[in-house]
């Protein structure tokens, strides 16, 4: 299974749809990084809302996918993540410090705009 | 009465279908979404755990009850089984930061603060067996 | 309980009485918390209730037991009242049983032991009563404790309020968290203020609470400023060596709805 990419001006959006198991987690790192490659994209918004788990190897690979990103250029946000999701990750001690975060798609987006802004 | 559910862990596939069997069992047991998301979690960091050092073994999910004097107390319990290595120092593995795998070293640590009680029993160059219960609250 | 014991104590009924009546009295001393004012006529129906455990059937004995507990408990009498009487109303039985000569020592060891059964039943009974009350009691105020933990307020848009008032234990921390979190995401809220005014003590725990639910608001995409630091707290914070300096804080609400609204591009201005 593949996690679709879109391409909206300078931007990157991906909605993820599923809970992501191993393959799929690894597969989207590799396509996003191309994609990135490829359109030369300034900012990637993840969107998270219908996850309902992230255990240990999920989350590092997202936190993986986000540094690697911005060592190609390109800035990403991590938007619509559960309660359940967060309290999760906090409760096994990852706190993902470095990855920019906000509430739904359209936030995520704003956030993009500023920090590629300032 | 007691319901189980039994998944074979061999390949990733297995953690995903023994976290999909956990996630239903919570939801029909009444467990709320943040206990949900906490149990499944838990499933899926063992199950990784059989599949990455034993490579084979099996996770049992099965209801339990504990009778209290405010009422009976329903919970779902992990055994997450396998004929694997074992264990050598279960005091180091409980450290948080531990890893061998180069993970994030949440591991059983994490899945400890995840659920409400945590057992390990692990012999080396036998397997190791861990048991966790979560209480619906 | 055997009848040549129950006579015994038949015989000597009234000088039971009359003497346990005349110790307990003590009592009252000894323990200011004894409501005064009906402590006689307590007395009056405790010793009677005893006296009648030993004609009655052992349910019936029992049920009349449990009724004047609950009672009792119930107008805050203390358990060591009636541990304390009944206590004494062996000492008072087994004076009088070896002051006696007319009974053969035998048959005293014998009467003693029943005795001993009886009042142990007795005490064992009460005990029981005011633990079951005291659990069912801790159960409900835990349940209270619940319902009244930490709501999320919204206060502008895009903001919203957290106060927390009294002790942070981890049963509550889990609480709070989520109640905060699924707030925020109910509310859209990008900013909140988690208040602790209300908060007697911060000690690493409470501050380790506290900081993790500030990263879960972090990755919902929210933003967490600690406000209601009042200077005590502030000097066991450092004192205490907490590293708060990851996450805004202000000293009040006020300040920190200032900061939320600049947060949000927004500002109040005076109109007049």
Not at chain 3, 246 to 272: A, C, N, V, Y
Request: some cysteine.
């Amino acid at each position: 299974m593949r996690i679709p990419i879109l391409k909206l001006k300078n931007y990157l959006l991906i909605s993820v749809q599923v809970d992501l198991d191993d393959q799929t987690a690894l597969q989207f790192q590799e396509d996003l990084l191309n994609k990135i490659h490829q359109e030369g994209s300034f900012g990637v918004v993840i969107d998270l809302t219908s996850v309902e788990m992230i255990d240990s190897f999920i989350a590092k690979v997202l936190g993986d996918v986000v540094e690697m990103s911005n060592l190609m250029g390109a800035k990403v946000v991590l938007t619509g993540i559960q309660p359940g999701v967060a309290i999760t990750l906090i409760d096994m001690g990852i706190v993902l410090d470095e990855v920019p975060t906000a509430l739904d798609l359209e936030q995520g987006l704003d956030k993009l705009q500023q920090e590629l802004e300032a | 009465m007691s319901v189980q559910s039994n998944v074979e862990v061999h390949s990733e596939w297995g953690i995903v279908s023994a976290r999909q069997a956990g996630r239903n069992l919570a939801k029909e047991l009444g467990f709320g979404g943040v206990d949900q998301a906490r149990f499944t979690t838990a499933i899926s960091e063992l199950a990784r755990n059989i599949y990455l050092y034993a490579e084979q073994g099996e996770i049992i999910i099965e209801t339990v009850e504990n009778s209290r004097i405010t009422g009976v107390q329903r919970g779902l319990k992990i055994t997450a089984r396998d004929r694997g290595p074992g264990i050598k120092s279960i005091r180091e593995v409980m450290e948080d930061g531990y890893t061998t795998s180069g993970g994030l070293g949440a591991g059983l640590p994490g899945v400890k603060r995840l659920m409400d009680e945590f057992d390990i029993d692990s012999v080396t160059g036998e397997g190791t067996e861990i048991t966790a219960i979560k209480w619906l609250r | 309980m055997k009848p040549s014991v129950i006579e015994m104590i038949y015989s000597q009924h009234d000088e039971i009485i009359r003497q346990w009546k005349n110790e307990v009295t003590e009592l009252n001393q000894f323990d200011s918390t004894l409501p005064t004012n009906w402590f006689h006529e307590t007395n009056e129906e405790f010793v009677n209730l005893i006296m009648g455990t030993l004609e009655l059937e052992e349910n019936e004995a029992k049920e009349q037991f449990r009724s004047f507990a609950e009672r009792l408990m119930n107008a805050g009498w203390p358990l060591s009242y009636f541990t304390k009487g009944m206590q004494l109303f062996r000492r008072v039985l087994v004076q009088m049983l070896t002051s006696d000569e007319s009974f053969e020592s035998e048959k005293v060891f014998e009467t003693l032991n029943e005795v001993e059964k009886w009042v142990d039943g007795v005490i064992n009974q009460l005990v029981d009563e005011y633990t079951g009350s005291w659990e069912n009691t801790l159960h409900l105020q835990k349940l209270a404790l619940k319902e009244l933990s930490a709501p999320l307020i919204p206060v502008f848009e895009k903001i919203s309020v957290m106060p927390l008032v009294g002790t942070i234990d981890t049963e509550r921390a889990k609480l709070i968290m989520e109640n905060l979190l699924e707030g925020i995401i109910e509310h859209r809220s990008q900013v909140v203020l988690i208040d602790i005014t209300g908060v007697p003590v911060v000690d690493t725990m409470v501050a380790h609470h506290i900081i993790q639910a500030s990263e879960a608001v972090r990755l919902v995409g929210a933003e967490c400023i600690l406000v209601g630091i009042r200077p005590e707290i502030a000097q066991t914070i450092i004192n205490l060596g907490i590293d708060l300096r990851k996450f805004p804080t202000k000293s009040t609400l006020r300040k920190g709805i200032e900061t939320g609204l600049e947060l949000t591009q927004r500002k109040i201005i005076s109109t007049s």
